[in-house]
């Protein structure tokens, strides 16, 4: 059970904040360049964690500097618990379950898709990198979308999912909004029909296992080989 400091309610005010400001140029700079090309995508899936490391940033300065009680990251997301190896082989087990339950569960979402007439159609960025793949010239773009989702995505995730946004809707008296809420959050982000119920089913693995080690280290972990799990198979294929 997460039992490090809770999130300050004003401090939190300012995180929003400076993510929304962080957010909106990023944004505005991805649509200066053609819909679908390679540097619309690459500018698409830098904003998010630039925009995440700028308000992160901004709230620790204002922690340090308007709370006489400040929050560090260490305080705010577990990572001062002496449990650093436990919490990278709980990660590393959980993220190889969690691509199991989530591949079955996109099957079953795809059958049934099907079934009512339509067609399922996998996330641009995963079609992306599979077209990327087949290019013998274009291993800089490759490495680059690679590192993104395996690396940055599942830091990025983490720390606004998992740790902001979960513990914040939970500690003010709302537990299961919070868990499922959050999840659903989560797979709406993906923007993909296809996947929403396996990435549920995935942030709610992933919530379970941050309440369970009260280390952000572990989701982050487990987030990455579920990424990189799912990046090999696909260029594998």
């Not at 709370?67 to 305080?75: E, F, K, N, R």
């Not at 999912?161 to 499922?180: D, H, S």
Request: charged share 10%; glycine share 8%; proline share 5%.
């Amino acid at each position: 059970m997460l039992t490090h400091k809770p999130w300050n309610p004003e401090s939190l005010l300012w995180l929003g904040c400076a993510f929304m400001l962080a957010l909106a140029p990023g944004a505005a700079v991805a649509g200066l360049f053609e819909d679908g090309s390679i540097a619309q995508m690459a500018a698409n899936v830098t904003v998010l964690p630039v925009a995440i490391l700028v308000s992160v940033a901004v709230w620790l300065q204002a922690n340090r500097r308007f709370y006489q009680s400040p929050i560090g990251l260490a305080d705010a997301f577990g990572f001062n618990h002496r449990n650093t190896a436990r919490c990278l082989l709980l990660g590393l087990g959980t993220g190889f379950g969690l691509v199991g339950i989530a591949m079955a569960l996109a099957l079953s979402t795809s059958l049934l898709i099907q079934a009512l007439g339509d067609q399922a159609e996998p996330q641009k960025l995963v079609t992306l990198i599979a077209e990327e793949a087949a290019k013998p010239d274009q291993t800089g773009a490759l490495v680059f979308f690679v590192v993104m989702a395996a690396v940055v995505a599942p830091v990025a995730e983490e720390i606004l999912f998992r740790g902001i946004l979960y513990p914040a809707i939970k500690q003010i008296g709302y537990p299961r909004i919070a868990a499922i809420g959050t999840a659903i959050l989560f797979a709406l982000f993906h923007v993909n029909l296809l996947t929403f119920a396996s990435l549920t089913a995935v942030a709610l693995g992933l919530i379970a296992l941050y309440e369970f080690t009260d280390n952000l280290l572990a989701p982050i972990t487990a987030h990455a080989v579920f990424n990189a799990s799912n990046l090999t198979m696909l260029l594998w294929q």
